[in-house]
């Protein structure tokens, strides 16, 4: 007997909508960000008088189809100067799709321009309430198939995953206060995978094998202090990831004698297998509870008021400049209310030079030019992790950074 399984093809619209979507699957189509009410009366204004053509893209397209793996910072950047300002997409068409995150492959956007604005519509249907979209048959087979293929087009899930995990902000007492590696066997200096290492929690909090906790830590080395370019203010300390450890057994005392025949009691290290390694682990490196796996979804947009912030470093390198993809952490945080998604222009420091035609021989300062964009992933207080979309030029720590309108 042949069985046919009957499924609506859909896929779901969302601004980096999971830059962990390796980890994603189809059924997390639910899990779907809200609309915020600045972003919904946005569209309607939108959708009231149209979008003016002078914010149109240069090489908008009159008419395109929606692709499984399309994303909502892809399709707004097609059509709009200013991608993150993806509402204004969604209200260019507001009366037929009635959620900005859920699209449907296949469909046909049709570019109107009229009097000076431009709308969108769909061609062949009034709305897009998921009702009108074509069954599809398949055959019956497992099928395993991320939210998107990219949620960026410059982005690709293994770019920003592992500082999900890695990337950590930390107040030097909180940090001093961890677990730390006290032994490996054998008078082993450089521990990898695969080795076994003893450790110890701190004074009055030994580190104990109990099912109700964690047995699976994040490896890290002492921690880096950061410093705002432009004060020198301590901002915080990035702790540089180094592998995981699973406890084995718990940290406990033991009843001896000494030599004298006197009786001690000794301290007896926890055991903890090393189960990865980024780089070689070491004698003095803290333990860290492995966090829960999240589904993050992150929705481009620019700050909501004016925001001038700096970068401080770039993410695991020695050298201060950073190209496409790379990570860089820069001086504002929540305390600044940027969250994930935040969007910033990179502006290049302008150079100084002399003026060699005046007499006078007057140092000059050029002007600061914009050469790319980046987007915030994870924020702590006073610092974040940003993820560089575009680039034309190289970024260097100390390079502005400001609203991207």
Known sequence: MTIFL???SKVAWAAVAACTSALWLAPALAQVPPVTGAQKATANEVAQKGLALSELAADAPERYTIKPGDSLWAISKLYLKSPWRWPELWGMNLEQIKNPHRIFPGQVLVLERRNGRATLSLEGS????GEDVPTVRVSPRNRLETLADSALPTLRPSSIEPFLAEAL????????????????????VLLTRGDRAYARGQAGSPLLDDPSREKLFRVFRTATPLKDPGTGTLLGYEAIYAGKARLMGSESTVDETDADGKPITSIVPA????IAAKEEIRVGDRLLPEPARQVRIFTPHAPLGHLSARIVSVYGSAVENAAQNQVVVINKGTADAV???T????????????????AMHPKIK??????GLLMVFRSFEKLSYA???EITDGVRVGDRLESPR
């Open 6 to 8: 009957m499924a609506k």
């Open 339 to 341: 969250d994930a998604g």
């Open 169 to 188: 902000i930390v107040d030097e007492a909180d940090f001093l206060a961890a677990p730390r590696i006290v032994s490996a066997q054998e008078g082993r």
């Open 271 to 274: 055991r903890i297998d090393i």
């Open 126 to 129: 009034s709305n897009l309430s």
């Open 387 to 389: 993820l560089i979309l």
């Open 366 to 371: 050029l002007p600061d030019e914009r050469i």
């Open 343 to 358: 969007v910033l222009a990179i502006l290049k420091n302008g150079a100084r030079v002399v003026d060699k035609e005046d």
